[in-house]
């Protein structure tokens, strides 16, 4: 998930001064909608988190007045501390059983089609909260058999038996990031393995599932190394790859190296293609749950 400052009502004010230094084509503002209103109304009163707050996306204006929104499953403490992310890191409270069942009634009453799940890592338990990622399929299925269901999970530190119990509720697609290229992972997702996350894709995609993968530029990647990281997701044959810029939450996070412009977005586009990927989006508000009921019908 890829953060960003932007004013977000309750959360914590934009840092001004610094979006004031980014390029024309990432200044955004956000003014407030109806459907937006309503979203923020059915997420509190459900007691949901939301990535598109906790990560703080500047995309939120733009989904939430569609009446989009990406929940962010099982808790709001995330037991990692990767250098990219704003999400808190900590001591996760006790899980939440009715969570799958609320999030439930959320999609319901906001109508989604096609709903996106993600959620914080769980590493203390010991599936690390895939039951609860299965749960929450099902329960969206129950209650709305027509709503296309996609989860973006962390990696269950690799444990098939926690994979399995998601890819056995059959989410209609499977969405896990690698984030960034090899070379950085110490810096960037220090508690996560590159080949990891390889395999997990690879495990969903040999039983059928449609897959889904994202990284972000402007870490200090070189292009060589991007091109390198799309070819190794192209080999475990994943569907819909998502390349996004890399923005710094807070002073405290790794900082961007380099703002990539929309016409080299555009031309990693061309060449995905090229590779083979049935989807791609890329571009610098690009995250991994944007326009995301776009790419369903891959
Ligand atoms: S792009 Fe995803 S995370 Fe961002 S606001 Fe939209 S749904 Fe939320």
């Known amino acids: 998930m890829n953060p960003i400052d932007i004013d977000i009502p309750g959360k914590t ?13 990432l200044k955004i503002k956000v003014p407030l909608g109806t459907k937006f209103s309503e979203v923020r109304r059915l997420v509190d009163e459900q007691r ?12 939120m204006e733009e989904c939430w007045n569609r009446g989009t929104a990406t929940f962010m499953i ?10 990219f992310c704003s999400v ?14 609320r999030v439930a009634e959320a999609v319901a009453r906001m109508g ?50 926690a994979i399995q119990t998601v890819i056995d509720a059959r989410p209609d ?3 896990h990031n690698v984030e960034t290229v090899p070379r950085l992972y110490r810096r960037v997702r220090p508690q996560a393995k590159y080949q990891r996350s390889l395999d997990l894709l690879h495990m ?14 402007g870490l200090g990647e070189t292009d060589e190394e991007i091109f390198e990281v799309m070819r190794d997701i192209r080999a475990v044959d994943a569907d819909i790859i998502t390349l996004g810029q890399y923005l710094q939450p807070t002073k405290a996070h790794l900082p961007v190296e380099r703002y990539v412009t929309p016409e080299e977005f555009a031309e990693w586009k061309r060449r995905g293609l090229e590779l083979g990927f049935s989807h791609i989006e890329s571009g610098p508000l690009v995250r991994s749950s944007y326009h995301a009921d776009e790419q369903s019908a891959v």
Do not use: Y
Request: glycine share 6%; with cysteine; charged share 35%.
């Open 13 to 25: 004010p934009a840092r001004e001064r610094e979006r004031e230094r980014r390029p024309s084509w």
């Open 48 to 59: 949901l988190n939301t990535v598109c707050e906790d990560a703080r996306c500047p995309n």
């Open 74 to 83: 099982l808790g709001d403490i995330c037991t990692r501390s990767c250098g």
């Open 88 to 101: 808190k890191t900590g001591r996760p409270l006790k899980l939440d059983t009715d969570e799958p069942r």
């Open 112 to 161: 989604l089609r096609h709903a996106v799940i993600t959620s914080v890592n769980r590493d203390e338990l010991k599936d690390g909260g895939a039951s609860i990622f299965a749960d929450t399929i099902r329960a969206i299925r129950n209650r709305l058999p027509h709503c296309r269901v996609e989860v973006l999970t962390p990696d269950f530190q690799g444990k098939t038996d």
């Open 173 to 175: 697609i499977f969405n």
């Open 204 to 217: 969903c995609k040999e039983q059928g599932l449609t897959t889904k993968t994202g990284i972000m530029l």
